[in-house]
C-alpha cells in the first residue's frame, strides 16, 4: 500500500484548491 503516495496526492491537491 501507498499511503504516503497517496497523502501526498491529497496534499497536493489541498495546495492547488488554496492557490
Known sequence: MHI???ISNI???L???IN
Open 11 to 13: 496534499y497536493t491537491y
Open 4 to 6: 504516503y503516495l497517496f
Open 15 to 17: 495546495i492547488f484548491q
